[in-house]
Every structure is written in structure tokens, then in C-alpha cells.
T-cell receptor
Framework: ETGVTQSPTHLIKTRGQQVTLRCSSQSGHNTVSWYQQALGQGPQFIFQYYREEENGRGNFPPRFSGLQFPNYSSELNVNALELDDSALYLC??????????????FGPGTRLTVL | AQTVTQSQPEMSVQEAETVTLSCTYDTSENNYYLFWYKQPPSRQMILVIRQEAYKQQNATENRFSVNFQKAAKSFSLKISDSQLGDTAMYFCAFMETGNQFYFGTGTSLTVIP
């Protein structure tokens, strides 16, 4: 059983560019959540995907978008990058259902730097 | 809106001693879950302990235990017999149904040899 993996590990972009981050969920998990963790802060919920559908969204603008694929891996896309988008982006997978708690397993994160 | 507050940005403890990390939260819900996560310098977030709000008994996991005070909306973590490997950022987190987590700002714990 493999854990949650994320790619790339580090990424440097310039303001205005677009970026795609990837997450492979743990085997058997059908739910992926994305979080933004700014330096010195706790993770902030961006959105969650359950069986390829968005299932909840935090207070992030529409330029943050996502996808979940039939194999339950996921992408986070950020358009028109801003300096404040510099952060560690975490994904977490779980065996989800709506209104049911299931433990989330976190990946190691992608460190995005916007110059 | 749900909020999670950790008022101790940094703490330190001598090896083998006991330390308590504080957390308060705000919610109007009656059913929810509370968590403590550990994030070592390698970054990967690890679940330390979980508490269901409907359970009155405090959760324990080996050297880790919580003091859950529902009326006061308080959820502290006690680490007994602290070990060097306990050095990490500790995040308190809150979840209602639906798996959306709300995290606090974290407490950086250093275990001193």
C-alpha cells in the first residue's frame, strides 16, 4: 500500500504564470483535499474532491481550481499567480463519504515560490 | 465561522518531562471531531490523536492524551515522557461532518536533551 505522493517537490514561478500541482491518493482512497500552508501558519482548506466532484470549497478565489481523475489522483491549478500564493501546498486523501469522518492522510507537500 | 486558536507559538520541554499544548475552538455545532497533528521538519503531517465530540472520555494514545472540555471548547494535548523525536510543529484541528478541516496556527515544540 503506497502513501500519498505529491509532485513536484519544489517549484518556482513568476507572478502572472499558471501552475499545476499533482497528488496521488493512497490506494483505495476516493477523496482528496487540498490545503495551502503559508510560512508560519496552519493549513488552510482550499477544496475537496470526492469521486471526481468538488465537495466543498474554502475561501479561495476561482483562479484556484482542481480536478480529480477516475483513479482518484488529483490536480490543483492556480492561474495568474500572485506573490501571496507562495506556500506549501498539501494534499490529503481519505476514504470519503459525505458526512462521515474518515482519517485524512497527508502528502509531503509541494513548496511553491512565486517571484 | 469555525475557528481554532493555539495561543502558544513556541514551547520547549526537557526530555522525559511532560508538556501540555493548548487549543481552543469555536463552533455552534454539537457533533464534530478534534485532532492533533504533528508536522516534523520533514513536513509530512501525521495524526497524533483524535477526539469525537460526543465521547466524554478523553482520548489517549500511548504517551499522548487530551483534555477535552466541551463546554469550554478547549482541547489540550499532553505529551508525557517527552522524547527528542517529539520535536515538531503541532497543529490542533477541527472538523464537522464533510471532512473539511480547520487548523490552528500551530505550536512549535522543542524537546531539549
Amino acid at each position: 500500500e503506497t502513501g500519498v505522493t505529491q509532485s513536484p517537490t519544489h517549484l518556482i514561478k513568476t507572478r502572472g504564470q499558471q501552475v499545476t500541482l499533482r497528488c496521488s491518493s493512497q490506494s483505495g482512497h476516493n477523496t482528496v483535499s487540498w490545503y495551502q500552508q503559508a510560512l508560519g501558519q496552519g493549513p488552510q482548506f482550499i477544496f475537496q474532491y470526492y469521486r471526481e466532484e468538488e465537495n466543498g470549497r474554502g475561501n479561495f478565489p476561482p483562479r484556484f481550481s482542481g480536478l480529480q481523475f477516475p483513479n482518484y489522483s488529483s490536480e490543483l491549478n492556480v492561474n495568474a499567480l500572485e506573490l501571496d500564493d507562495s506556500a506549501l501546498y498539501l494534499c490529503a486523501s481519505s476514504l470519503g463519504g459525505l458526512a462521515v469522518y474518515n482519517e485524512q492522510f497527508f502528502g509531503p507537500g509541494t513548496r511553491l515560490t512565486v517571484l | 465561522a469555525q475557528t481554532v486558536t493555539q495561543s502558544q507559538p513556541e514551547m520547549s520541554v526537557q526530555e522525559a518531562e511532560t508538556v501540555t499544548l493548548s487549543c481552543t475552538y469555536d463552533t455552534s455545532e454539537n457533533n464534530y471531531y478534534l485532532f492533533w497533528y504533528k508536522q516534523p521538519p520533514s513536513r509530512q503531517m501525521i495524526l497524533v490523536i483524535r477526539q469525537e465530540a460526543y465521547k466524554q472520555q478523553n482520548a489517549t494514545e500511548n504517551r499522548f492524551s487530551v483534555n477535552f472540555q466541551k463546554a469550554a471548547k478547549s482541547f489540550s494535548l499532553k505529551i508525557s515522557d517527552s522524547q527528542l523525536g517529539d520535536t515538531a510543529m503541532y497543529f490542533c484541528a477541527f472538523m464537522e461532518t464533510g471532512n473539511q478541516f480547520y487548523f490552528g496556527t500551530g505550536t512549535s515544540l522543542t524537546v531539549i536533551p
